[in-house]
C-alpha cells in the first residue's frame, strides 16, 4: 500500500494512526488525509471523562460516537483514550475519598464506555495519571505519583480498572500509557517495574504505550526506550507522537526505531496538520498549517 499507514502495515505492523474528533474531522482536507494515510483513530478529547460523564451517572457520548462512527464507515481501526487518567475528570470524582464509593464509580464509568464500544476498539490507554497541578501516573524516577486514585487504592487502582475494562471489552489490547518515555531513563524502567508488578498476578495488561510528544533534536533515545519497554514481552506503542519543528531526521529516527522493535505494532502521531495540533506554535507534525505534506513526511515514507 500506499501512504504512511501502508507503509507501515508492508512490515507486518497494525496500524499508524491520528487522533481526531468532530472538529478535525470536519475539516474536509483532514478527512481525505486521513482516508489516505491513515488506519486508526484515536478520539482526541471525546472519550475522556468530562466529555462522557461530567455529571454523575449522565452520558453523553455524542463526541465519541461521531468519531467511532467515522472511523467504522471509513474501515480505520479506534484506539480508546482514556478510561482512567489524572486530569480531564470532574471535580465530583477528584473529590471521592471513599474506597467502596470510587470503586463503584470507576465501575460504572468503565463498563458503560467500554460495553458501549465493546468489539469496536482495537487498544485502549488506560494513561494512569493523577490529580492535581501535575500530569500523569508516574514520577520522573518512576515511583507512583499522588491521585485520586492512587491515594485512595494504592497501586491496586491499575489492576482493578484493567479488570473492569477486560469485562467490558474481553477482545479489546489494554495499554497503559505514559509521557517521557522516551528513552531508557528512570520513568521507563519504573514503568516496565509496574507492569510487571501487575502482570504477576495474571495477563492484566497487554501493551504499553510510549506518547512521544519530542522536542527538536529529542528522538535519539526513542530505539532504546522502546527496547526497554518491549523486555516486558507485551506490545509496545508509539501513541501520540509529534516532535517540534519536524526535522526529516528526528521523524525518521523514531520511525526506525519502531521498525526495527518487533514489538513496536502501532504508532499514532497526534494529529495531522500544525494548524489543529494541542502545541500548533511548534509545527510538529507532518502536514503544515495549510493541509500540504511536510519534508518530514517524504521522509518518513522513504525511510519505510
Ligand atoms: O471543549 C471546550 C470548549 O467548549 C471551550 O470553549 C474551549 C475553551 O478553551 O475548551 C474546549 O476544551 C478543550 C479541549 O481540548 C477540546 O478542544 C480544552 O480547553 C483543552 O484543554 C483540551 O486540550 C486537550 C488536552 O489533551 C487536554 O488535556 C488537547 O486537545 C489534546 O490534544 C490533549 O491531548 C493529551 C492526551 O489526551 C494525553 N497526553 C497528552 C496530550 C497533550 O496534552
Not at 475539516?27 to 478529547?45: C, M, R, V, Y
Not at 504499553?208 to 529529542?218: E, F, R
Request: charged share 15%.
Amino acid at each position: 500500500g500506499s501512504g504512511l499507514n501502508g507503509k507501515f502495515k508492508s512490515h507486518g505492523r497494525v496500524f499508524w494512526g491520528t487522533c481526531a474528533d468532530s472538529n478535525t474531522l470536519n475539516i474536509g482536507q483532514i478527512a481525505t488525509i486521513i482516508k489516505s494515510d491513515f488506519g486508526g483513530l484515536t478520539p482526541e478529547n471525546s472519550m475522556k471523562w468530562d466529555a462522557t460523564e461530567n455529571t454523575q451517572g449522565v452520558f453523553t457520548f455524542s463526541g465519541s460516537d461521531a468519531l467511532v462512527n467515522w472511523a467504522v464507515s471509513n474501515g480505520k481501526m479506534i484506539r480508546g483514550h482514556n478510561f482512567i487518567w489524572h486530569t480531564q475528570i470532574p471535580s465530583w470524582v477528584t473529590s471521592i475519598n471513599n474506597k467502596a464509593t470510587l470503586q463503584s464509580v470507576m465501575q460504572k464509568h468503565i463498563s458503560t464506555l467500554g460495553g458501549r464500544y465493546a468489539g469496536k476498539i482495537y487498544g485502549r490507554t488506560p494513561n494512569r495519571m493523577l490529580i492535581g497541578t501535575d500530569s500523569e501516573i508516574l514520577n520522573e524516577d518512576g515511583s507512583l505519583r499522588s491521585s485520586v486514585w492512587s491515594n485512595v487504592f494504592g497501586e491496586s487502582f491499575v489492576a482493578l480498572a484493567f479488570g473492569y475494562a477486560r469485562q467490558a471489552d474481553p477482545h479489546a489490547k489494554l495499554y497503559i500509557n505514559d509521557y517521557n518515555l522516551d528513552s531508557n531513563n528512570a520513568k521507563t524502567q519504573g514503568m516496565v517495574a509496574l507492569v510487571k508488578r501487575v502482570n504477576s498476578g495474571g495477563n492484566i495488561i497487554d501493551g504499553i504505550g510510549t506518547q512521544m510528544h519530542l522536542g527538536a533534536g529529542g528522538a535519539g533515545g526513542a530505539s532504546a526506550a522502546l527496547t526497554a519497554l518491549a523486555s516486558t514481552g507485551l506490545d509496545v506503542a508509539i501513541t501520540e507522537l509529534d516532535i517540534a519543528g519536524a526535522s526529516s531526521n528526528d521523524y525518521t529516527t523514531v520511525v526506525k526505531a519502531c521498525l526495527a522493535q518487533p514489538k513496536c505494532v502501532t504508532l499514532t502521531t497526534w494529529g495531522v496538520s500544525d494548524a489543529n495540533s494541542w502545541r500548533s506554535s511548534t509545527n510538529p507534525l507532518l502536514w503544515d498549517n495549510n493541509y500540504k505534506p511536510k519534508a518530514a513526511y517524504t521522509a518518513v515514507l522513504n525511510a519505510m
